[in-house]
């Protein structure tokens, strides 16, 4: 069975840093595209950033360009986001998914084209 757990999230103030973790069990990732997601109150779940299956692409969403970034483990079946600058609009749930067979870097960061998920882990900035 498909388990994600992230970790790493918690309060930070405005400017700070954090770095979110993903283990996953029961599945191997290193031949699947991996993303983060996050979702604020009363808002859409937003696709982050999604990393391919080698580590070696990436794509960050507009909002967090420059400023988070994805990485990978596949030994360790680890996914990552250090995130960098952080301001209260990045106040959410984040969560790790995994892509479907198929979906390549490049594709819209939309959860539709995910299929498996963790719990989230929270994220709270203050000004």
């Known amino acids: 069975q498909v388990q994600l757990v992230e970790s790493g999230g918690g309060s930070v103030q405005s400017g700070g840093s954090l770095r979110l973790s993903c283990a996953a069990s029961?599945?191997?990732?290193?031949?699947?595209?991996l993303g983060w997601f996050r979702q604020a109150p009363g808002k859409e779940r937003e696709g982050v950033s999604c990393?391919?299956?080698?580590?070696?692409?990436?794509y960050d969403g507009v909002s967090v360009k420059g400023r988070f970034a994805i990485s990978r483990d596949n030994k360790q079946n680890m996914l990552y986001l250090h995130m960098n600058d952080l301001t209260v609009d990045d106040t959410a749930i984040y969560y790790c998914a995994v892509a479907m067979p198929g979906y390549g870097v490049g594709w819209p960061v939309a959860p539709d084209h995910f299929d498996h998920w963790g719990q989230g882990t929270q994220v709270n900035v203050t000004s």
């Open positions: 990393i391919s299956a080698s580590g070696h692409s990436v």
């Open positions: 029961g599945y191997t990732l290193g031949s699947h595209c």
